[in-house]
C-alpha cells in the first residue's frame, strides 16, 4: 500500500505559499536599489582583482 501524506491544516503556509511570499518580496524591491548595490560589488571585485594582479607583477619582478 502507498504512504499517502496527511492533509496539513489549512492555516500552515506550503511549499508554494512561502515561494509566493518569497517572489513577491523580490519583486518588490526597486531596481535601482539591485542595480546600485551590484555596481558596488563589481567595483569592490575590479580593486580586488586589480590589487593582486599588481602584487603579482611585483614579485615577478623582484625573482628576476
Same mark, same amino acid.
Given at each position: 500500500?502507498?504512504? /499517502?501524506?496527511?492533509? *496539513? @491544516?489549512?492555516?500552515?503556509?506550503?511549499?508554494?505559499?512561502?515561494?509566493?511570499?518569497?517572489? /513577491? /518580496?523580490?519583486?518588490?524591491?526597486?531596481? *535601482?536599489?539591485?542595480?546600485? =548595490?551590484?555596481? @558596488?560589488?563589481?567595483?569592490?571585485?575590479?580593486? =580586488?582583482?586589480?590589487?593582486?594582479?599588481? #602584487?603579482?607583477?611585483? #614579485? *615577478?619582478?623582484?625573482?628576476?
Amino acid at each position: 500500500m502507498p504512504n /499517502r501524506p496527511k492533509p *496539513s @491544516a489549512k492555516d500552515e503556509p506550503g511549499e508554494f505559499d512561502r515561494f509566493t511570499d518569497f517572489m /513577491r /518580496r523580490l519583486v518588490a524591491v526597486p531596481h *535601482s536599489e539591485i542595480k546600485t =548595490k551590484l555596481d @558596488a560589488e563589481k567595483r569592490i571585485k575590479e580593486q =580586488k582583482r586589480t590589487s593582486k594582479t599588481s #602584487a603579482s607583477v611585483r #614579485a *615577478s619582478r623582484a625573482k628576476g
